[in-house]
């Protein structure tokens, strides 16, 4: 994506029209701030939330230069992913709630009040995720435990929100940074250039914001078939522009446009490892492939708010429309290669579209009252489209006739949801509530696939180049509920259980002998039991939480002889655990901050297709996570203060896919620590961080393949080092 002369002439706009201010300087804290979400659909301290909930507040991220999603999610508990290497290439898990690689999402993605990505499994996208910079995000919310309820279909582990920065219909102001980091393994840096204000046009009535950055990100991999130096280099640029009009005291509109590109060379950072040894197969920071490699990642996400307070309720609607846009393509020679023969090459590509539109309207009374409810109404409408095609080449790059194509499959696919929702609180007294809430949601969908090639054809007899076309259609209906009693023994401390279910979508299968005509929906039940309490005049506060989950006819990515994938339920799990987060400021200017999770995710029954066995631990899910922060501010002159501080992530050991699958592969635990240091000044600040300080060797993910003998893991960036600058004016 280029924006050329039109990013400059909005600069330009921008900047003519600011006011000039001085920096905020960072604030020596003695007491815990209030941090306010909308995990509810209503804004709240998070410490009133019956509900585990973790937030990263921007001044958090930008404490330790926590850019991207493999960066953050060891800083919240029993928060894991399976990270394909670049940007956005993901696959999120909470509470344990994962069988490794999936079609389809159990964790959903919303920004601000609405979801983006699939729903469901037609476009393959459970591997893929949002992973926007934060530099024009508010926060990042992580609600912890099935969002059936308020948030509907794939939210059954929970839910990542990037709520985004609004305009300020009062102060002008303007944000510029750069900042660079070398990286360990790396010859090039990498680079993030980065600008963001609000101007208003109205005073108090109407405001605009946008911002723009680009960032390089620096190669590690050299590849040794090529030649080539950190083929892995990659690139995230965007844009963002939001309006506020506040047309009277009762009505207040919002708009917003947001465009990412995420462009990553090479395989990522991915690394092709001997099961036997657990050593690189190339050596370190070495891969060897000859085909052309990368992966290319566009969001488009474009939404429309309006709040009218109706005195006895708040009407709120809210409208979006998202597109992504994902092209992945891979050198599979190692994999496929040798079933043609010494030097062939094998190529994979693989496309993913996905086009959302949301419609939500609801209903929400007042706060004040013995009686609070809120009634809504949620539509989407996804187009999606997910095809693969491969190639088998010789070693001189010309195709190999008798095993083209390789693969050929193309699968256009739609899925309409419409539902209803609905909670009350009722409070008994001042100190004991319950809220309960139900949701009724209706979906149809219907695929054609066409498909063909080497891989589906061969095992029936078939010349690669004949195709076949299968089509699906289902509807299913889903009820999900939740029950939440709190009670307030003292103004400062709360304690609560919650019962809530949730459920990824069923959908249709290919319309083949022998196969079902349809898969169910897979369902879970979270309980819960927690506290969360601020104490010594709000210097601490602490944050616990027990749940057991009950996940039922899940959801089973299957082959049939001819490699014609389809879906089944089948099996049991029990996952339980406990999550801890306390933050602690014993002097001013001093916060200590830690996270402790506990995961116990097991199969209850055997799963034979899956070669899994009852007892077996779900894949890619440590028992124990855990990360500590610390900071210190204090001042360095009449006009500047200074901050230093660290962070440290623990994840435990994993294994993919199943423990009793003779596939299997287990990853070691390991740990990493961030630091940083910080000086701000009446118009500008400087940062310097490290991340990974002690250039830890670790992978974070096993990704399958390899070829014989060996598998493809994930390596944990190398130490990074950098500065950032910031100016205000």
Do not use: C
């Not at 709520?163 to 900042?179: F, I, M, W, Y």
């Not at 846009?325 to 290669?337: C, N």
């Not at 009350?424 to 009724?440: H, P, S, W």
Request: glycine share 10%; hydrophobic share 40%.
């Amino acid at each position: 994506m280029s924006f050329g002369n039109t990013r400059a002439a909005a600069l330009a706009g921008l900047v003519s029209s600011l006011s000039f201010a001085p920096f905020a300087l960072a604030q020596v804290e003695s007491t815990l701030e209030e941090v306010v979400v909308t995990a509810q659909k209503r804004s709240e301290n998070v410490q009133d939330v019956p509900s585990a909930i973790s937030v990263l507040p921007q001044e958090q991220l930008e404490r330790l230069n926590l850019q991207q999603l493999s960066d953050y999610v060891g800083y919240v508990p029993g928060f894991t992913m399976i990270d394909a290497g670049y940007p956005g290439r993901a696959q999120l898990t909470l509470r344990g709630v994962s069988t490794g690689a999936s079609d389809n999402s159990t964790v959903g993605i919303h920004i601000d009040e609405s979801p983006v990505g699939s729903s469901t499994s037609a476009a393959r996208g459970g591997g893929l995720s949002v992973d926007l910079l934060p530099y024009d995000v508010e926060r990042i919310e992580v609600l912890r435990g099935p969002q059936g309820t308020l948030y509907g279909a794939s939210s059954m582990g929970g839910l990542l929100k990037y709520v985004t920065r609004k305009p300020d219909l009062r102060q002008a102001s303007l944000q510029t940074g750069l900042e660079l980091t070398t990286t360990r393994g790396s010859d090039d840096l990498g680079w993030i250039a980065r600008a963001g204000g609000t101007v208003p046009l109205i005073d108090d009535t109407l405001a605009v914001r946008a911002s723009i950055y680009r960032k390089q990100l620096a190669g590690i991999m050299d590849n040794a078939a090529s030649g080539r130096k950190d083929e892995d280099e990659g690139r995230q640029e965007g844009a963002r522009m939001a309006a506020l009009w506040k047309a009277t005291d009762a009505l207040i509109v919002e708009f917003s446009a947001l465009a990412q590109d995420t462009m990553g060379e090479g395989g990522g950072r991915t690394v092709i490892v001997n099961r036997a040894s657990g050593q690189p197969r190339f050596g370190e920071f070495v891969t060897s492939t000859v085909l052309p490699q990368y992966s290319d990642y566009k969001l488009r996400f474009y939404s429309g708010a309006a709040s009218l307070d109706l005195d006895w309720a708040a009407l709120d609607i809210f409208s979006s429309y998202s597109k992504i846009d994902v092209e992945v393509a891979a050198d599979a020679s190692l994999v496929f290669g040798p079933f043609f023969g010494p030097g062939m090459l094998t190529d994979l590509r693989s496309l993913h579209e996905v086009d959302k539109l949301t419609q939500e309207i609801r209903l929400t009374s007042p706060d004040q009252g013995a009686f609070q409810w809120m009634l809504g109404a949620f539509y989407t409408d996804e187009d999606t489209r997910a095809a693969q095609f491969g190639s088998v080449r010789t070693p001189d790059g010309s195709l190999l006739p008798p095993a083209n194509p390789l693969i050929r499959a193309v699968r256009p696919a739609s899925y309409r949801d419409l539902s209803a929702f609905g909670n009350v609180t009722y409070q008994f007294t001042d100190r004991f509530d319950v809220t309960a809430g139900l949701r009724y949601s209706s979906n149809e969908q219907h695929f054609t696939t066409d498909g063909g090639g080497f891989l589906v054809n061969a095992a029936a007899g078939l010349p690669p180049t004949v195709i076949t076309r299968d089509t699906g259609r289902s509807s299913e209906d889903v009820v999900t509920y939740m029950v939440s009693p709190r009670f307030r023994p003292t103004d400062d401390t709360m304690l609560y259980a919650r019962v809530a279910s949730g459920y990824r979508p069923g959908g249709p299968n290919p319309a083949l002998d022998g196969l079902e005509p349809s898969f169910d929906a897979d369902r879970l039940v979270n309980y819960e039991v927690g506290a969360k309490a601020d104490f010594l005049q709000r210097r601490a506060s602490v944050d616990l939480a027990l749940f057991y989950i009950d996940w039922t006819d899940i959801q089973l990515q299957l082959n049939t002889p001819t490699n014609i994938v389809y879906r089944a339920n089948g099996g049991n799990a029990i996952s339980k655990g406990v999550e801890l987060s306390s933050t602690f400021i014993p002097v001013p200017g001093l916060r200590i901050g830690g996270n402790l999770a506990y995961t116990d995710a097991r199969l209850q029954e055997d799963v034979p297709a899956l070669q899994a066995r009852e007892g077996d631990r779900v894949p890619s899910v440590p028992r124990w996570t855990a990360s500590l922060t610390s900071s210190y501010s204090f001042p360095l002159a009449a006009l500047a203060n200074g901050e230093i501080g660290f962070g440290y992530r623990y994840a435990g050991e994993t294994e993919y896919p199943f423990e009793s699958n003779p596939t299997s592969y287990a990853l070691d635990a390991y740990s990493l620590v961030d630091a940083y240091a910080a000086a701000a000044f009446e118009r500008f600040k400087v940062r310097l961080f490290a991340r990974n300080l002690l250039d830890e060797r670790a992978y974070s993910s096993v990704l399958g393949g390899g070829g014989p003998g060996a598998v493809q893991l994930t390596l944990v960036q190398p130490r990074t080092i950098g500065v950032s600058v910031d100016l205000t004016f």
